[in-house]
């Protein structure tokens, strides 16, 4: 093997002496500490942001990822069919649905399908879109909400109704259900 | 006891219970808070991060517009929370400890600490004779004519008491370190000691040369000297101006540098922190204590900074003195200087001493911690050979420049 011989820097008498050396790292943490001072003071921009009073919404990307969340369509029809794809692709196992039928009388009823209950347990979740993107239907979405807090685990497990909610309404896409069209 | 009686001194008394609440209670204690408040602060914009800025006078639950803040800094209140926080906690006794010296060891550490300031002159002179004109209306016979030193004790062995007391403060560490019956704090606590030990020489040895110059073991004369005469670091008035001054400002720098090292090792903050460094020994010697003790190692440590902050500022920054004062004609006159005057010196005082805290705090986050043989050999090898040799410098300088 090799011997290494490490190249230890020569260092000056004021080096040695802690003279210079010091005088350089004072002025290193000065600099910083005087540069954040005039951001909290509000003399310069800030790149802190302090979260619960400002929030990053706006500047959130195109592509964030946050919550999973149903979409109904233009007609108020719910997008799911309860095929039960993000079931079985979710790494997790965080997506739970009980399909159910669609009566016969509905105006929707060739359909067939839809969800009797739909569960994403937000403690489960990783946000990695699969659901998104294997979603036949484009039902599912991951919308921009990342403050998902409860006070319990079973807060914590989105239903349908709370789903809908944060999914909201989306319009186009998919309109093979439509007749309207 | 008659005579004894007869020639009490009521005034007196009641003069130095007041200087002693004002000085300990509501200036050193508040000031020791907020330190560490300042501490956290300072520590948190230079890492770049914002710091405790939440705690505050809510007055926005009363209706009113905006909390109490100055420039914009939050969290003033940090301190009393944190008081509050202490003194709710659980005061925990492990079942292994000594308890008599497990409990008496951080009033080992607080008292001495407090006890140093009595001979620090805080400020020159307060004729309170200038409010009877303001107070004539109570029917009071009013203040008497002879003004009241701002200085607790006026002690003539100022700086050897302060020596001889805030060595005093090892006994603490070490006490706390024996009686938790605990590895990591005995460790901590046989590493304070050998520290204190070391660096207690250096300290003492390094102000040797500033009493030569001052001829004087009086606090309060040093301070009106270096008013009179110009800061033993910056002579720029007075006698000051004299070649000698200025020649022995060599040693006098030397002396400051070699004192303030040691007072980061007495203190035991970093980068000689080797006493309750974190990354080594859990907490060092107060690893076991909780609740309020703890609380007392904590503020025995700041106070014991503003105190030495408070003796290098007296003895190297002129004290109370006004810089440049006889040119703007803010300088002492024993006697007469009108009461405004004594307030603003008391200020100027606080003031140097805050921007050496601020120093001190600087340097904590500065610096990386010293191994402890290099520890040793700084204050053994360096340290101790330059103050004597310092020592030497200035006895062979005051030969050859004396002072008038």
């Not at chain 1, 979740?125 to 294997?134: F, K, Q, R, S």
């Not at chain 2, 906690?89 to 300031?117: G, H, I, Q």
């Amino acid at each position: 093997m090799a011997t290494i011989i490490v190249q230890r820097p020569k260092l000056a008498w004021h080096e040695k002496w802690y003279l210079s050396t010091l005088v350089k790292g004072l002025k290193i943490t000065l600099g910083h500490a005087l540069k954040t001072f005039l951001e909290i003071v509000g003399k310069k921009e800030k790149v802190t942001m302090e979260y619960p009073e400002q929030k990053w919404d706006d500047k959130l990307p195109e592509y964030y990822r946050g919550a999973p969340a149903l979409v109904t369509d233009e007609h108020g029809r719910e997008r799911c069919v309860s095929c039960q794809l993000c079931e079985f692709i979710c790494p997790p196992k965080a997506i739970a649905i009980t399909p159910g039928e669609i009566p016969s009388d509905d105006p929707w009823a060739k359909v067939e399908k839809r969800p009797l209950e739909f569960k994403i347990d937000m403690i489960r979740c990783i946000y990695c879109g699969m659901c998104e993107e294997v979603c036949p239907e484009q039902a599912i979405y991951l919308r921009k909400d990342y403050a998902i807090t409860g006070e319990s685990r079973a807060e914590m497990v989105h239903d349908k109704k709370r789903l809908y909610e944060i999914g909201g309404v989306r319009v186009g896409l998919v309109n093979k259900w439509n007749e309207l069209k | 006891m008659a005579i004894l009686l007869a020639n009490f001194d009521l005034s007196f008394l009641i003069a130095s219970v007041v200087k002693i609440v004002f000085l300990t209670f509501l200036v050193i204690l508040p000031m020791v808070a907020y330190s560490v408040y300042a501490e956290r602060r300072f520590s948190a914009v230079i890492q770049d991060r914002v710091g405790p800025n939440r705690t505050g006078i809510p007055l926005t639950l009363f209706g009113f517009k905006k909390d109490i803040q100055i420039l914009g800094i939050g969290g003033l209140l940090q301190p009393m929370a944190d008081g509050l926080k202490f003194i709710l906690k659980e005061d925990f006794t492990p079942r292994s400890v000594n308890t008599f010296y497990y409990w008496l060891a951080p009033c080992l550490t607080m008292v001495p600490a407090l006890m140093t300031c009595v001979v620090l002159p805080f400020g020159s002179e307060l004729r309170l004779s200038d409010l009877n004109g303001l107070i004539g209306f109570l029917g009071l016979p009013g203040f008497s004519e002879t003004p009241i030193q701002s200085v607790i004790a006026d002690l003539s062995v100022g700086p050897l008491y302060t020596f001889a007391i805030a060595s005093l403060g090892v006994y603490g560490i070490v006490l706390a370190g024996w009686a938790s019956n605990s590895k990591y704090p005995f460790l901590g606590s046989v590493r304070a000691s050998a520290q204190m030990i070391s660096y207690e020489l250096s300290l003492g040895l390094s102000i040797i040369p500033v009493l030569m110059v001052f001829g004087e073991l009086n606090l309060t004369k040093m301070s009106i000297y270096q008013d009179a005469n110009g800061w033993l670091l910056l002579p720029l008035w007075g006698e000051g101006l004299s070649l000698s001054r200025w020649v022995l400002w060599v040693p006098m720098m030397i002396s400051f540098c070699v004192f303030v090292v040691a007072m980061f090792a007495e203190t035991n903050r970093l980068p000689f922190d080797l006493a309750e460094c974190e990354t080594e020994l859990v907490a060092g010697y107060h690893t076991e204590y909780s609740s309020m003790k703890f609380a007392l190692f904590f503020l025995g440590e700041y106070a014991a900074m503003i105190i030495g902050s408070g003796l290098a500022v007296t003895l190297f920054l002129g004290g109370w003195s006004i810089p440049f004062s006889p040119y703007l004609g803010l300088d002492f006159e024993a006697g007469a200087t009108p009461l405004w005057l004594g307030l603003l010196h008391i200020a100027t005082f606080f003031v140097k001493i805050v921007v050496f805290i601020l120093f001190f705090i600087l340097i904590r986050w500065s610096l990386p911690r010293f191994r402890f043989d290099q520890l040793m050999k700084l204050g053994w090898l360096y340290m101790f050979e330059l103050a004597l040799a310092n020592v030497l410098l200035t006895a062979i300088l005051m030969i050859f420049f004396p002072l008038k």
